[in-house]
């Protein structure tokens, strides 16, 4: 029995592609298809771009047809968490503050997906601004996990996951500031890359926290992502903070024979879930099949990088969301002296969690407070990133759980913000590094995705996504 068209991964399609077996067109028809069948039960788009995204489709074909291919992401469809810059399309960032912005140019990751070829299906629903772990914290309404509606997606690409896991397409672009990416994979059963700090330009990238933020890809396959991350990669003369580095080509290994794996001890204490304990030990039993040589070993200070994260994070938002008064950007009402024009646009058009860590930043920044806060957390980022350095002189590779728990219910943590900022305890120290990191689908508990995060070295993806592939290969 084949696969249905839209369940196809980006490699497969691309081989059928080439193959003539199918056109572009066809898989897009069967794309939008399951949007408009799956998408008022789970709300994962915000915008479907149905009308563009088949005239793109047509073109692919005859661009084929004339011997013309762009190459591997060709007549791929793929979906953009809605703060990722689509040139004349609306850019909500889950927003009631943006509901009626319309983006003015291509973020560079959407520019380079249109060269490629790339079909954009539409806009996927998101936490507001990014900020939240859920996906419930939307303007426009929460995603539901494909797995479970009673249940969250993760956040705050949750509808980049739900939207891949549903095999609504084959991919989508999510954001990762604190694990936005790799923790609603793990919700959803997807694989998801945050790739190292400077590796992807976030030009046209709605900022959340400009030292910590990083786009990067939610697939099905980590083949699929690497593919899109050879695709989206690259300095960026926009961009003042991508690295001008050797880019990422992939690498196909065989085995893991000479690999060491960290196991950081700080990550496999308390507040795990058992079941996602077991899952997680049981992954790390494959690796050590397939070669590798795993061992425990010390990350200082992976506790206090929660803590300096929601300091930093919270002190970049404040600056960051400066411009949305209502003036340059937001909502604006006539007639109203200066300040309560600011009040207003912000509190009918800023939901509470983004006004939240608003509150907290510009606290932890104002006079008196920024050498007893930000400047502390910073020190103290400082002090992680080498504690990372130190652990990769002794191994390759770090594992942990993605997430301490399974999906949990939608609202069970709304009213609760620190018991949701916990979700984040495994996969903020990477942000704050600045690592790379892959979450990779290793089973099921009670009938839930359960994911394994792997850890890599600065711009060292090749080294970390051949592990994933080969886990991905040999898991059963």
């Not at 762009?70 to 703060?83: C, E, H, M, R, V």
């Not at 936005?180 to 959340?208: D, N, W």
């Not at 970049?316 to 009040?343: H, K, Q």
């Not at 728990?405 to 018991?419: H, M, N, Q, Y």
């Amino acid at each position: 029995m084949s696969t249905p068209l839209n369940e196809l991964t980006i490699s497969d399609a691309a081989r059928k592609l080439r193959a003539g077996d199918v056109s572009s067109r066809e898989i897009t028809d069967a794309c939008l298809k399951e949007i408009h069948s799956k998408n008022v039960t789970l709300n994962a788009f915000l915008d479907v771009y149905e009308e563009e995204a088949r005239l793109a489709a047509d073109r692919s074909d005859e661009r084929r047809a004339e011997g013309d291919s762009f190459g591997s992401l060709d007549g791929i469809p793929i979906a953009l968490k809605d703060n990722i810059l689509y040139q004349e399309k609306r850019c909500t960032a889950g927003s009631k503050m943006l509901a009626n912005y319309t983006a003015t140019t291509h973020a560079t990751v959407t520019r380079k997906l249109l060269e490629a070829g790339a079909v954009i299906l539409g806009k996927t629903n998101m936490d507001e601004f990014a900020m939240g772990s859920s996906t419930e914290h939307s303007a426009f309404g929460p995603t539901k996990n494909p797995r479970d509606l009673e249940r969250v997606p993760g956040g705050s690409s949750g509808g980049s996951a739900a939207a891949v896991a549903a095999r609504m397409c084959p991919a989508a672009l999510g954001s990762d500031t604190g694990g936005s990416i790799r923790q609603p994979a793990s919700f959803c059963g997807a694989v998801g890359l945050k790739p190292t700090y400077g590796r992807v330009s976030r030009s046209g990238l709605m900022a959340m926290a400009s030292s910590l933020d990083q786009i990067g890809p939610i697939t099905t396959t980590v083949e699929d992502a690497e593919i899109l991350l050879e695709i989206i990669q690259g300095y960026d003369p926009a961009d003042e903070t991508t690295a001008d580095v050797e880019n990422f080509f992939s690498v196909k290994r065989e085995s893991l024979f000479g690999v060491r794996i960290g196991l950081p001890k700080q990550a496999w204490g308390e507040g795990m879930d058992e079941g996602v304990r077991e899952r997680v030990e049981k992954a790390v039993k494959v690796l050590e099949e397939a070669g590798a040589k795993v061992k425990e070993v010390d990350l200082p200070y992976a506790d206090a990088a929660l803590a300096a994260y929601y300091l930093i994070m919270p002190c970049e938002v404040s600056a960051n969301m400066a411009r949305f008064d209502g003036i340059r950007y937001g909502i604006r009402t006539g007639g109203l002296p200066l300040f309560e024009t600011y009040a207003h646009a912000r509190a009918s058009g800023l939901g509470p969690e983004v006004r939240r860590r608003i509150l907290l930043g510009t606290y932890a920044l104002s006079r008196g407070y920024y050498e007893a806060y930000y400047l502390q957390a910073k020190k103290v980022q400082t002090l992680i990133r080498r504690a990372y350095q130190d652990a990769f002189e002794q191994v390759d590779l770090l594992v942990t759980p993605t997430a301490p728990t399974t999906a949990f219910k939608i609202g069970e943590k709304t009213s609760d913000p620190l018991t949701m900022y916990l979700e984040d305890i495994f996969t903020v120290g990477v942000n704050v590094a600045g690592v790379p990191a892959v979450s990779v689908p290793c089973g099921d508990f009670e009938g839930l995705p359960v994911g394994l995060q792997l850890v890599g070295k600065w711009f060292r993806e090749a080294e970390l996504l051949s592990a994933a592939r080969i886990y991905e290969e040999r898991r059963v």
